[in-house]
Protein backbone atom coordinates (compact mmCIF):
# COMPACT_ATOMS: atom_id res chain seq x y z
CA UNK A 1 0.00 0.00 0.00
CA UNK A 2 0.86 3.42 -0.74
CA UNK A 3 0.79 6.30 1.52
CA UNK A 4 1.98 9.38 -0.02
CA UNK A 5 -1.34 11.84 -0.45
CA UNK A 6 1.00 13.64 -3.52
CA UNK A 7 1.19 10.25 -4.86
CA UNK A 8 -2.28 8.72 -4.66
CA UNK A 9 -3.57 12.49 -6.05
CA UNK A 10 -1.22 12.52 -8.89
CA UNK A 11 -2.87 8.81 -9.80
CA UNK A 12 -6.49 9.88 -9.22
CA UNK A 13 -5.45 12.50 -11.72
CA UNK A 14 -4.49 10.32 -13.75
CA UNK A 15 -7.17 8.15 -13.76
CA UNK A 16 -10.02 10.55 -13.87
CA UNK A 17 -8.67 12.30 -17.21
CA UNK A 18 -7.85 8.84 -18.90
CA UNK A 19 -10.95 6.97 -18.22
CA UNK A 20 -14.85 7.69 -16.95
CA UNK A 21 -15.09 7.60 -13.44
CA UNK A 22 -18.86 8.15 -13.17
CA UNK A 23 -18.79 8.00 -8.48
CA UNK A 24 -16.33 8.11 -5.72
CA UNK A 25 -17.34 4.47 -5.07
CA UNK A 26 -15.17 3.78 -8.65
CA UNK A 27 -12.84 6.08 -7.98
CA UNK A 28 -11.94 4.19 -4.64
CA UNK A 29 -11.81 0.68 -5.86
CA UNK A 30 -9.60 2.28 -9.31
CA UNK A 31 -7.44 3.32 -6.40
CA UNK A 32 -7.29 0.44 -4.72
CA UNK A 33 -6.05 -1.68 -7.81
CA UNK A 34 -3.38 0.62 -7.76
CA UNK A 35 -2.31 0.18 -4.12
CA UNK A 36 -4.07 2.95 -2.61
CA UNK A 37 -6.41 1.62 -0.21
CA UNK A 38 -8.65 4.74 0.90
CA UNK A 39 -12.25 5.53 2.00
CA UNK A 40 -14.79 7.55 0.41
CA UNK A 41 -14.16 10.57 2.49
CA UNK A 42 -10.41 10.72 1.45
CA UNK A 43 -11.49 10.53 -2.34
CA UNK A 44 -13.75 13.45 -1.94
CA UNK A 45 -11.28 15.67 -0.60
CA UNK A 46 -8.74 14.31 -3.15
CA UNK A 47 -11.00 14.79 -6.14
CA UNK A 48 -11.75 18.52 -4.59
CA UNK A 49 -8.01 18.82 -4.48
CA UNK A 50 -7.33 17.70 -7.76
CA UNK A 51 -9.66 20.25 -9.23
CA UNK A 52 -11.88 17.08 -10.25
CA UNK A 53 -15.87 18.67 -11.14
CA UNK A 54 -18.75 16.25 -12.11
CA UNK A 55 -19.77 16.71 -15.43
CA UNK A 56 -23.17 15.53 -17.38
CA UNK A 57 -22.43 13.49 -20.53
CA UNK A 58 -24.45 12.08 -22.88
CA UNK A 59 -24.07 8.35 -21.17
CA UNK A 60 -24.46 9.97 -17.56
CA UNK A 61 -22.37 11.65 -15.30
CA UNK A 62 -18.65 11.54 -14.51
CA UNK A 63 -15.50 13.15 -13.07
CA UNK A 64 -13.38 15.84 -15.35
CA UNK A 65 -10.04 17.49 -14.30
CA UNK A 66 -10.41 20.78 -14.64
CA UNK A 67 -7.71 23.22 -13.76
CA UNK A 68 -5.84 23.21 -10.24
CA UNK A 69 -7.98 26.03 -8.45
CA UNK A 70 -6.04 29.27 -8.13
CA UNK A 71 -6.91 29.07 -4.57
CA UNK A 72 -4.40 26.16 -4.42
CA UNK A 73 -1.70 28.27 -5.99
CA UNK A 74 -2.33 31.39 -4.13
CA UNK A 75 -2.47 29.39 -1.00
CA UNK A 76 1.43 28.08 -2.06
CA UNK A 77 2.62 31.70 -3.12
CA UNK A 78 0.92 33.11 0.27
CA UNK A 79 3.14 30.02 2.22
CA UNK A 80 6.31 30.49 0.49
CA UNK A 81 6.25 34.14 0.06
CA UNK A 82 6.02 34.09 4.27
CA UNK A 83 8.03 31.24 5.63
CA UNK A 84 10.70 30.21 2.61
CA UNK A 85 13.64 31.70 3.35
CA UNK A 86 15.79 30.42 1.01
CA UNK A 87 15.40 27.68 -1.81
CA UNK A 88 17.84 25.23 -3.51
CA UNK A 89 17.93 22.73 -5.75
CA UNK A 90 20.42 20.51 -6.77
CA UNK A 91 19.46 17.27 -9.51
CA UNK A 92 16.10 16.30 -8.92
CA UNK A 93 16.00 17.38 -5.13
CA UNK A 94 14.98 20.75 -4.33
CA UNK A 95 15.31 21.85 -0.14
CA UNK A 96 13.27 24.98 0.82
CA UNK A 97 14.68 26.71 4.36
CA UNK A 98 12.29 27.93 6.26
CA UNK A 99 11.67 29.65 9.64
CA UNK A 100 11.81 26.43 12.93
CA UNK A 101 8.11 24.69 13.23
CA UNK A 102 7.27 26.28 9.37
CA UNK A 103 8.17 23.51 7.04
CA UNK A 104 4.74 21.62 7.30
CA UNK A 105 2.94 24.25 6.59
CA UNK A 106 4.79 25.07 2.74
CA UNK A 107 5.20 20.92 2.12
CA UNK A 108 0.79 20.92 2.89
CA UNK A 109 0.34 23.82 0.59
CA UNK A 110 3.03 22.35 -2.16
CA UNK A 111 0.93 19.02 -1.94
CA UNK A 112 -2.32 20.76 -2.28
CA UNK A 113 -1.09 22.60 -5.58
CA UNK A 114 -0.57 19.02 -6.83
CA UNK A 115 2.25 20.74 -9.30
CA UNK A 116 2.97 17.93 -12.07
CA UNK A 117 6.50 18.67 -11.73
CA UNK A 118 6.37 17.61 -8.43
CA UNK A 119 6.88 13.93 -6.93
CA UNK A 120 6.33 14.31 -3.28
CA UNK A 121 7.53 16.89 0.19
CA UNK A 122 8.84 15.52 3.34
CA UNK A 123 9.02 18.31 5.89
CA UNK A 124 11.10 18.43 8.94
CA UNK A 125 10.72 21.09 11.56
CA UNK A 126 12.56 23.49 9.53
CA UNK A 127 12.80 22.27 6.09
CA UNK A 128 11.25 20.76 3.56
CA UNK A 129 12.71 17.97 0.84
CA UNK A 130 10.74 18.04 -2.70
CA UNK A 131 11.48 15.68 -4.96
CA UNK A 132 11.12 17.32 -8.67
CA UNK A 133 9.61 14.66 -11.19
CA UNK A 134 12.30 15.04 -13.84
CA UNK A 135 15.86 13.75 -13.14
CA UNK A 136 17.24 17.35 -13.66
CA UNK A 137 14.34 19.05 -12.83
CA UNK A 138 15.41 20.89 -9.63
CA UNK A 139 16.55 23.86 -11.43
CA UNK A 140 13.58 24.82 -13.11
CA UNK A 141 11.22 23.99 -10.07
CA UNK A 142 13.70 25.94 -7.93
CA UNK A 143 12.12 29.12 -10.68
CA UNK A 144 9.30 28.35 -10.38
CA UNK A 145 9.03 28.21 -6.47
CA UNK A 146 10.87 31.79 -6.17
CA UNK A 147 8.85 33.49 -8.63
CA UNK A 148 5.44 32.01 -6.92
CA UNK A 149 7.08 33.16 -3.85
CA UNK A 150 8.10 36.44 -4.87
CA UNK A 151 11.61 35.80 -4.17
CA UNK A 152 12.98 35.76 -7.76
Known sequence: MNGSTAARR??????????????????????ATEGFEVSQATVSRDLD????????????????????????????SQRLAGFAERIDGSGNLVVIHTPPGAA???AGALDGASLPEVLGTVAGDDTVLVVAAA???????VQTL??????A
Open 49 to 76: AVGAVKVTTGDGTRYRIGPVPAVRHEEL
Open 104 to 106: HLV
Open 135 to 141: SRGAGKL
Open 146 to 151: ETLGGL
Open 10 to 31: RALRRIVSESAVSNQAEAVARL
